[in-house]
């Protein structure tokens, strides 16, 4: 007989309605990264071209137009316009995205693979850049009638520390912190709104800057000392559009359709104030000669420039917390897809999507605090943010082409559509590859050893299920009588009423001969009830389902559990309810207990047994297939064991080591010989003695 029944009602998203609350925490949840970039994109224009000595007023307009493009089209029309179309159930991201097309064709792991491990890879350099550039914003500004902070050395020291508070304080949650990230980031984004207004009403004849003719005019200007690759700094504007993607699920699509018109507003107007005061410094000799001129925080006025640095301050924070979040939501992700090992995760607070990874944590800290010990400066981090960005969005392209073809749009325009951003990312890709020379290979070396992580969780998993290897299954069905004599056999003591295995039992009634022989042959375990649970993780992010099949008896069950990948998998928990939901329904008999502090308990005990597997050395594969499998089983010594991921850590649990012999095995099979005692067989190694 088999069910289907939900373990808990369909969840609704309380964020996908356009509202003030919505529009405000969109702002303090989605905007971090890309709500912080005027602080060092100009900045970086102006030192890669050599300083104000060698920058002119067509290259200044050119490239405030080129920043104003760039955010045209690769933020609002590729990300906000279609891919927040792609959405899982009001998900999105680059693994949303995946389980939307995964079907289409196998190929397309790949893409999502190298789109997540460098987004997670170039994410890293986003609490050092920001934090660092803030703080430098203090740098010989008097605060309390004191110089605090003179120079570069105590700028890292500060961000340090900063940082090193910022990640604590992710043990307790950020719930209440989190409450006024909106707010703040709205005075952010307003305050950027005013600085630059201030500064473009000296000269609103820098509005012709939205003209695109000048931003085609910057990339063949002689002026422009880098050419092409001057894209390698423009793209510093838009790398928060990935992010932005990632967090549609925290705060819905129509609160970003709300949000976004302001933000960009507020960030063109910055970057066109900076423009202006840029050109009315740009010859002034105290400017040129000036050390690590930022113009964001110079053009403010010497009164307000304290206030706006610790603003400035508290916005890095902000998108520092965001890519935090965003790192545990995007690995919890791949760990339920089975792309990552799996890791204990917290949930330290009732706060949707509130969620803590200790080991993402301290590794995200580390290299954080490394790459500030390495760069030093925000301009030479700078220099090496962006280049794996650009690989995630070209990624999320090939994905979107997927997705755009499985739509039934016309397939002409959809090719047009996808063959264009291709385009442009292709050249973002290769200006910022100059980066890899600037420190980008640090960032892209942590990017290849998550991808390779990957592989082996990956492939390592399919090659440990692949029947062409010979692995044994055999029927439930053919083990019925042996389960129910056992269940019945008095003789032997009872082992426990509920006995689960947490295995995988496909269509059908195939399983591993290992559970069969487990339960029958090492030490017959007796029980009331043998249950074989398979945890399916589904394309929709918050799926409660199960089924269940007693294949006509009420001492076997075989129960299909249906979790979203953004689903804790409490398999403990949602077992007891289904327990209770078939004894109510007659599936089931009850299962009365003689000495209970529980009064009236009608469910017995349960335990739970896991089965691990030991690679034997009778296994006959190829090396390379070998080593993959090696790899897998090394790295699940240091993830979190299957007792905690399923929630069993309060349950009674067994381990059973079981050889895995893959391939065709070994004849290894002894002879009997006859001795002959003329002969002295002590260290012999001539087979002829045994002829």
């Known amino acids: 007989m088999k069910t289907i029944n939900n373990i808990e009602p369909p969840r609704k998203n309380l964020h996908n309605k356009l509202s003030l609350a919505g529009i405000l925490v969109a702002l303090g949840v989605v905007y971090g990264d890309i709500g912080t970039s005027p602080m060092y994109t100009m900045s970086a224009l102006i030192n890669g071209n050599g300083g104000l000595k060698h920058i002119s007023t067509d290259f200044i307009l050119g490239s405030v137009s080129l920043i104003f493009w760039t955010l045209t089209l690769i933020t609002t029309i590729k990300y906000v316009l279609i891919a927040l179309r792609a ?154 559009a990935e992010a932005l993607y990632s967090d549609m699920g925290h705060v819905g699509r129509n609160n970003i359709y709300g949000s976004w018109p302001y933000v960009k507003i507020c960030l063109l107007i910055n970057y066109l104030g900076q423009a202006v005061w840029i050109n009315q410094i740009k010859d002034q000799a105290s400017y040129q000669n000036a050390l690590n001129l930022n113009p964001f925080f110079a053009m403010v006025p010497a009164s307000l420039r304290l206030a706006m640095t610790f603003l400035a301050t508290m916005a890095a924070i902000i998108a520092s917390q965001a890519l935090i979040s965003g790192s545990y939501t995007l690995v919890s992700e791949a760990t339920k897809l089975k792309i990552l090992p799996r890791l204990r995760m917290v949930y330290p607070t009732n706060f949707k999507g509130q969620l803590y990874i200790p080991t993402v944590n301290n590794i995200i800290w580390i290299l954080c605090v490394l790459i500030v010990l390495f760069f030093r400066t925000s301009e030479k981090m700078a220099g090496a943010y962006g280049l794996e960005i650009t690989i995630t969005m070209l990624m999320t392209t090939l994905l979107l082409n997927a997705w755009l073809h499985s739509q039934a749009l016309n397939r002409f325009c959809t090719n047009l559509i996808i063959g264009f951003f291709l385009v442009i990312e292709l050249i973002f890709f290769t200006t910022n590859s100059v980066k890899f020379l600037h420190g980008g290979y640090i960032t892209l070396g942590i990017a290849i050893v998550l991808i390779f992580i990957m592989i082996i969780w990956r492939y390592g998993e399919l090659l440990k299920n692949d029947n062409t290897f010979h692995r044994e299954y055999v029927s439930l069905l053919a083990y019925k009588n042996q389960l129910r004599n056992l269940s019945h056999d008095e003789k032997l003591p009872l082992y426990a009423t509920n006995l689960v295995y947490l295995t995988k039992v496909p269509q059908g009634y195939k399983i591993k001969k290992d559970i069969l022989y487990s339960i029958l042959d090492k030490r017959p375990k007796r029980a009331q009830v043998y249950w074989f649970v398979t945890v399916n993780v589904t394309d929709n992010p918050y799926t409660t389902a199960y089924s269940v099949d007693t294949y006509g008896t009420d001492y076997m069950v075989n129960v299909q559990l249906y979790l979203g990948f953004r689903m804790e998998q409490k398999v403990n928990f949602f077992l007891r309810q289904i327990v209770n939901e078939m004894m109510i329904k007659g599936e089931l008999p009850r299962q009365p207990q003689k000495y209970t502090t529980i009064p009236d308990r009608s469910v017995g005990d349960f335990a739970f047994v896991i089965i691990q597997e030991v690679l034997s050395p009778d296994t006959q594969l190829d090396n390379l297939r070998k080593n993959i499998i090696r790899g897998r089983l090394w790295l699940q010594k240091y993830t979190v064991t299957p007792a905690i991921w399923f929630g069993l850590s309060y349950s009674d649990v067994v381990m059973e080591r079981v050889p895995l012999i893959l391939g065709q095995r070994r004849s290894d099979r002894l002879r009997l010989v006859k001795v002959d005692p003329q002969i002295n067989y002590e260290d012999d190694e001539d087979d002829d003695n045994f002829k």
């Not at 792991?109 to 850049?129: E, K, N, R, S, W």
Request: a positive charge.
């Open 87 to 240: 959405d899982n159930h009001g998900e999105g991201g680059i693994f949303a995205l995946y389980t939307l097309v995964h079907k289409k064709a196998k190929w397309l792991i790949i893409p999502a693979m190298i789109g997540g491990a460098t987004f997670l890879a170039d994410g890293m350099m986003t609490p050092a850049v920001t934090v660092t550039t803030a703080i430098e914003g203090l740098k010989g500004v008097p605060i309390f009638h004191n110089v605090w902070i003179q120079d570069q050395k105590t700028v890292i020291i500060v961000t340090i520390a900063i940082l090193s508070v910022l990640f604590f304080i992710q043990r307790f949650g950020t719930e209440a912190i989190g409450k006024a990230f909106g707010p703040i980031m709205m005075v952010w984004f307003t305050c950027l709104a005013i600085a630059g207004f201030y500064r473009l009403a000296g000269d609103w004849s820098f509005l012709r800057a939205l003209n695109p003719y000048y931003a085609i005019k910057a990339l063949i200007t002689p002026q422009n000392r880098n050419g092409l690759f001057i894209l390698g700094s423009i793209f510093l504007a838009t790398t928060g």
